[in-house]
């Protein structure tokens, strides 16, 4: 039997979608055809289709590689990231119990913000 998946979005990433939900309404008001904005609110809605079917549709990222704010803000255990268009990355944990599965989205975030939310250097 499989189990119910839900995706709840947090804080930052909850934020992030109400705000580029806006923007592509604005620009479809004004008559803006496939902007950037548009592409990636696209992407996002078919990459939580796809991790509503598996939730584990995601890369694990490693639990040694985890930033430390997503284990003390979110006691997240795992995280697991999804790419979007542009760059963009969505990361999200997977808390369950007997009855449903939940996927919690933690950030939607740009390149740059990931590789400093990550410490990557720049080259």
Known sequence: MNKPVRLILLNEADSAYKNLNETVGKQLKEGNENTEEMQL???????????????????????????????????????????????????????GDQIEVICFVLDIIGHNEYDKKFGYRKR
């Not at 079917?53 to 995280?79: D, E």
């Open 41 to 95: 609110l696209r992407s996002i809605k078919q990459k939580f289709e796809f991790i509503k079917a598996n939730p584990f549709y995601g890369n694990n990222i490693p639990k040694a590689l985890i930033p430390s704010m997503y284990l003390t803000q979110y006691n997240a255990k795992n995280l697991w990231r999804v790419e979007l268009t542009n760059y963009w990355r969505m990361l999200y944990t997977i808390k």
